[in-house]
């Protein structure tokens, strides 16, 4: 099993900036695609932005397209969510996801990920 532990949530104010880490560790990791989701209160979790571990292809959510980056450490089995130009309404949980099935495209569909970490709450004040 992959286990993922996210780090970097907090409390920034509106235009601020915040990084998110997520470390996979356990027996072998195996993920071909990393990523992130959100959850806000009384919301639906949302896809917020995967990379292709090997590659490193990426696909946004339009809502964060051109404010937020993911990137990845291979060599640190780390997944990075680089966030600017936060707005009250990033406010959400942030969980880090990840595939250990290969497939040709990124899914933004939660059931696609088999892996999920406990998240990481991000506040964004007004």
């Known amino acids: 099993q992959v286990q993922l532990v996210e780090s970097g949530g907090g409390l920034v104010q509106a235009g601020g900036s915040l990084r998110l880490s997520c470390a996979a560790s356990?027996?072998?990791?195996?993920?071909?695609?990393m990523g992130w989701f959100r959850q806000a209160p009384g919301k639906e979790r949302e896809f917020v932005a995967a990379?292709?571990?090997?590659?490193?292809?990426?696909r946004y959510a339009d809502s964060v397209k051109d404010r937020f980056t993911i990137s990845r450490d291979t060599a640190k089995n780390t997944v990075y969510l680089q966030m600017t130009s936060l707005k009250p309404e990033d406010t959400a949980v942030y969980f880090c996801?990840?595939?250990?099935?290969?497939?040709?495209?990124?899914?933004?569909?939660?059931?696609?990920?088999?892996?999920w970490g406990q998240g990481t709450q991000v506040n964004v004040s007004s």
């Open positions: 990379i292709v571990w090997s590659g490193g292809r990426t």
């Open positions: 996801v990840g595939r250990s099935s290969w497939s040709f495209g990124i899914d933004t569909m939660a059931t696609w990920y088999n892996y």
């Open positions: 356990g027996r072998t990791f195996s993920s071909y695609f």
